[in-house]
């Protein structure tokens, strides 16, 4: 498996993923899924942002997964705070793919300057609380029934990351 920046080839794949989980799971907390147009925005601004979308590739060159980050919030005194997302395909799971995909995204996200990454993980998603806490994540915040999927209430995990220990910016 290869971790690599995404290239506009690789946006149906990532379409491909990102519809299963809309679909099929409670990792996307819509019933609406995207169309080809609507990814190819999102990957456009996510570029244009400065923002990374990498995928891993097999040897064929076929997407496992996909991850990336983008702003927490809007106000500016989030700006040094990212929230990341991470898609597996489902036959690809327990293969190490979403932890690789995980490593890299910090790697990213140090080299950006990023203060603290934030994950968004329902509150049934075990295996992802599990992998963000083996990744040195602390579950810092759950807000019961906070959304609704498949006729049921979801509870919101929130998983953060302190990248660095630099001191806060001088100003506002």
Not at 36 to 62: C, H, M, N
């Amino acid at each position: 498996m290869h971790i690599r920046n995404a290239e506009a080839k690789d946006i149906p794949s990532i379409l491909a993923l990102y519809n299963h989980a809309v679909r099929e799971t409670t990792a996307a907390w819509t019933g609406c899924e995207e169309t080809q147009e609507d990814r190819v925005a999102w990957f456009e601004a996510r570029k244009s942002q400065g923002f990374p979308v990498i995928v891993a590739v097999d040897t064929q060159e076929r997407v496992a997964g996909f991850a990336s980050y983008g702003p927490f919030r809007s106000k500016e005194g989030y700006r040094f705070t990212v929230e990341h997302t991470v898609y597996v395909d489902p036959s690809r799971h327990r293969q190490g793919i979403g932890r690789n995909l995980m490593f890299r995204i910090l790697e990213i996200a140090e080299a950006d300057g990023i203060h603290v990454l934030v994950g968004g993980v329902d509150g049934d998603n075990l295996a992802s609380i599990r992998l963000h806490e083996a990744l040195g994540f602390e579950v810092t915040g759950r807000l019961p029934q906070t959304g609704t999927k498949f006729g049921r209430w979801l509870d919101l995990v929130f998983l953060t990351k302190v990248l660095s220990d630099t001191r806060a910016p001088e100003g506002r």
